[in-house]
């Protein structure tokens, strides 16, 4: 009885109000969109059922946008992860820089996304300062964002180096739920830092290794800024996302209703993604523990 | 597993050449800074004579300082709503076993999967019938919204496992239901609340697509669409650009300097839920 009480339901009300006007209600009305030719001005559109899908299909830059898409989803996920993890065992250490490491290596991690993406686009430059790093040890640079077999690789390095010191705090985090007096008594049994790594503390970093698989895929496959500044997508069509081809569609070439039904692909990705995952991970998270 | 060995030695030299390598941007960002635009030298080499007039003609010709203070006050206002109204949604959606509250959950859960990309071309033609294109409060009501999911979630995850005791007391005692959550459970939701707070700062902060989306063709800029302009005006400029970058990563960098311990705290945090 007091429990109602306590709490009443009123409370949710301005939370929803504003989820409800800001995403729920757009985007069930981007969903029928998909199913329209609404060009986004025009408020007489009409329904064409699928049209807008089987163009997608029928896109060969759609359907290249959707493998890369993700491409660079699984080769973030797996560099930055694994990077973030090997600098995680790295600071966890007895060394004495790793207060002054943790804060250096996770700084870039709260600059804007789009800042670093300019500057790398410099460095990555014909005249930049990666190549004139290459030059000192007499490696030929390279036009490394205007190479369509490069350019997509590029786009990963920058989203690893920005967050690989956010999976590595993240990393930090669970291992610092490993109990010494365990790790050091299977230690003195003998066992290596592999074994070690693999039998005590891998189980206990399940939790960290779910929020950061989780983080870096879904946010591989919404990543949007660093592609338009960085290569714009090109060049070409060499590196272009489901992301860029929503904003180029609808704002440059105004085919709102193509547009949105790219947004409805996306979001289906984005949904068996996460539902993916979440059936693996908490069943591993269920058997480790 | 403490002493310091020659293994920890030889791990620590290996850490700090990795971090060379990662703050090697970092060189060349100030490095070109500060450069004159004369200057042809390569990118690497240390600049002989450095100047600070890049900053200021960036100051003035990026029109950084509004956009500074646009920021501020988007970031600011919508952090603000978003933890007042996520806070007291979180707290019958966490307490009550009803039917509603659960259904409520999951709908807003929802919003954890769907991409804003999805909402915000429809929401875009929304904000243009309201006339609020071109207004900072077209962002501040946008992440007002978009950012309730996540932040509902953190704070239901977090009240869930808190005991109800002390709000039941309070009841008892006769507090109403909001001078029992200002004075009782408020409170209790501290820790949550930094990494909240930290979270959703660095994220609208951060926000470039729809500032790009409704901000674009108005004076009105936020830094990061500003920093974007910035660029696409002095196209091949590096100097000048260079500046430009430093000045809108510098009040940034400052507060994380100033308040390290717990943004990484912050970050980590999510961990718990």
């Known amino acids: ?289 | 597993m403490n002493r310091y060995t020659k293994g920890t030695l030889a791990l620590e030299i290996v850490m700090i050449a990795v971090a060379v390598v990662f703050a090697f941007p970092v060189y060349v960002l100030i490095n070109l800074a500060i450069r004159a635009p004369s200057d042809t030298s390569s990118p690497i080499a240390p600049t002989s004579s450095p100047t600070l007039a890049n900053f200021a003609q960036a100051w003035q010709e990026g029109g950084l300082g509004g956009a500074l203070i646009n920021s501020l006050a988007v970031t600011a206002i919508s952090v603000l709503i978003v933890l007042t109204v996520s806070s007291l949604a979180a707290y019958p959606l966490a307490r009550s076993t009803a039917h509603w509250s659960r259904g409520t959950f999951l709908l807003i859960m929802l919003g954890l999967i769907l991409p804003f990309q999805l909402a915000a071309l429809p929401l875009y033609q929304t904000v243009r019938d309201l006339g609020l294109l071109g207004s900072i409060w077209s962002l501040v009501l946008f992440y007002a919204g978009l950012q309730v999911p996540f932040t509902t979630f953190l704070y239901v995850g977090f009240l869930r496992a808190l005991p109800r005791d002390f709000e039941e007391a309070a009841t008892i005692d006769g507090c109403g239901p909001l001078t029992a959550f200002r004075y009782v459970v408020l409170p209790m939701l501290k820790p949550i609340t930094v990494t909240a707070l930290v979270l959703n700062t660095v994220s609208v902060w951060n926000d470039f697509f729809t500032p790009l989306l409704y901000l674009s063709g108005s004076d009105q800029q936020t830094m990061p669409v500003a920093v974007a302009g910035f660029v696409g005006q002095f196209v091949s400029d590096w100097n000048l650009i260079f500046a430009a970058l430093l000045i809108s990563v510098i009040p940034v960098l400052a507060v994380y300097l100033l308040l390290q311990r717990s943004i990484i705290n912050g970050f980590a945090g999510g961990l718990k839920g």
């Not at chain 1, 993700?70 to 065992?89: F, P």
């Not at chain 1, 250490?93 to 600059?111: G, T």
């Not at chain 1, 039998?199 to 800024?225: E, H, Q, Y």
């Not at chain 1, 180029?248 to 995952?277: C, M, N, P, R």
């Open chain 1, 1 to 289: 009885m007091t429990r109602t009480r306590t709490a009443p339901w009123w409370f949710a009300l301005p939370a929803l109000t504003l989820f409800a006007f800001v995403v729920l209600i757009p985007s069930a009305r981007g969903v029928y969109y998909a199913f329209t030719d609404w060009d986004g001005l025009d408020p007489a559109f009409t329904l064409i059922g699928l049209d807008n899908f089987t163009a997608i299909t029928d896109d060969p830059d759609a359907l290249q946008a959707v493998w890369h898409t993700l491409l660079i989803a699984v080769a973030i996920t797996v560099i930055q992860n694994g990077i973030g993890l090997l600098l995680a065992l790295g600071v966890n250490s007895a060394i004495k820089s790793r207060n002054f490491l943790r804060v250096l290596l996770f700084a870039p991690a709260v600059v804007t996304p789009i800042v670093t993406a300019y500057l790398w686009r410099n460095l990555l430059g014909p005249d930049g300062a990666v190549n004139s790093l290459l030059a000192l040890f007499c490696i030929a640079g390279k036009n490394w964002l205007g190479d369509p077999d490069l350019a997509l690789w590029m786009i990963v390095l920058v989203v690893v180096w920005q967050f690989a010191g956010y999976s590595m705090v993240i990393f930090v985090a669970g291992l610092q739920s490993v109990p010494k007096e365990i790790y050091e008594a299977a230690a003195i049994d003998g066992s290596g830092p592999v074994r070690r790594f693999w039998s005590i503390v891998r189980p206990l970093l399940a939790p960290a290794i779910t929020i950061n698989l989780m983080l870096s895929i879904i946010g591989g496959i919404k990543l949007f800024d660093q592609v338009y500044a960085l290569t714009g997508g090109g060049p070409g069509h060499a590196t272009d996302t489901i992301s860029t081809l929503i904003y180029k569609d609808a704002f440059t070439l105004g085919e709102f209703g193509y547009s949105i039904a790219l947004a409805v692909v996306l979001t289906i990705i984005v949904a068996i993604a996460s539902a993916g995952q979440y059936t693996v991970l908490s069943r591993n998270e269920r058997a480790a523990s």
